[in-house]
């Protein structure tokens, strides 16, 4: 069994900051690449970053000069570092992970963490 937890969420002015964090848990023998994602109101969830098992990052473009995705392999988890926050970056925020387990090799998703940019 693996699971998968965000936490981190929360409401934040514009221009504000927040760190997301994902630890995931379990009988795991190896984790892959780690993202994440995210689904504002009425829209597909989208992908936002991701980051290898070498610590390779990608962005969205509309992120890639504010976000930070990073990854601590030893805790089983891996974090968005989010800066000059926008209204636009409201969504549901969800960690996606590739991970090895007694079962075999599957990606696991997050219930998500709630990230409201209001003033």
């Known amino acids: 069994q693996v699971q998968v937890v965000e936490s981190g969420g929360g409401l934040v002015q514009p221009g504000g900051s927040l760190r997301l964090s994902c630890a995931v848990s379990g009988s795991i023998f190896k984790i892959y690449s780690m993202a994440w994602y995210r689904q504002a109101p009425g829209k597909q969830r989208e992908w936002v970053a991701g980051?290898?098992?070498?610590?390779?990052?990608n962005y969205k473009d509309s992120v890639r000069s504010r976000f930070t995705i990073s990854r601590d392999n030893a805790k089983n988890s891996v974090y968005l570092q989010m800066n000059n926050l926008k209204p636009e970056d409201t969504a549901l925020y969800y960690c996606?992970?590739?991970?090895?387990?007694?079962?075999?090799?599957?990606?696991?998703w997050g219930q998500g963490t709630q990230v409201t940019v209001s003033s």
């Open positions: 980051i290898s098992t070498g610590s390779t990052t």
């Open positions: 996606n992970a590739d991970v090895v387990s007694g079962v075999g090799r599957s990606g696991y």
